[in-house]
C-alpha cells in the first residue's frame, strides 16, 4: 500500500508563512481529489482545502490565505498558508483518493505535519 508523507510544518509567528507539502510514495501511481484537513486540541478535524475536477473549495477561515496546489510530475499535493493566525494551529492532515497496483483507494490519510502559530 502507498504512503502519503506531510512536510513542512512547524512554528511560526503570527503573520508568517509556511508551505506543507503531500508526497505520495513511489507505489502511488496517482493521487485524485487531493485536500488538506486539520485538527486542533479538542477539536473535530476540518476541512481546510480540497481541489476535485477542477474546482477548489477553501474553508471560509482560510479563504484568500491559503492556496492548494498540486504538481502531478513529482504527485505532490501543497498548501501554501499565508497571514497565519494562532488559530491555525493545529496537526494538518492530507487526503486523497490514491490508486495503487490498478486499485483506488478513496480517502486515504497522510500521518499529519503539526503547524504553530505564536501570538
Known amino acids: 500500500q502507498g504512503q502519503l508523507v506531510e512536510s513542512g510544518g512547524g512554528l511560526v509567528q503570527a503573520g508568517g508563512s509556511l508551505r506543507l507539502s503531500c508526497a505520495a510514495s513511489r507505489t502511488i501511481f496517482k493521487i485524485n481529489n487531493p485536500g488538506w484537513y486539520r485538527q486542533a486540541p479538542g477539536k473535530q478535524r476540518e476541512l481546510v482545502a480540497v481541489?476535485?475536477?477542477?474546482?477548489?473549495n477553501y474553508a471560509d477561515s482560510v479563504k484568500g490565505r491559503f492556496t492548494i496546489s498540486r504538481d502531478n510530475t513529482k504527485n505532490t499535493v501543497y498548501l501554501q498558508m499565508n497571514d497565519l493566525k494562532p488559530e491555525d494551529t493545529a496537526v494538518y492532515y492530507c487526503?486523497?483518493?490514491?490508486?495503487?497496483?490498478?486499485?483506488?483507494?478513496?480517502?486515504?490519510w497522510g500521518q499529519g505535519t503539526q503547524v504553530t502559530v505564536s501570538s
Open positions: 487526503n486523497a483518493d490514491i490508486e495503487v497496483m490498478g486499485v483506488m483507494i478513496r480517502g486515504y
Open positions: 481541489t476535485s475536477g477542477g474546482s477548489t
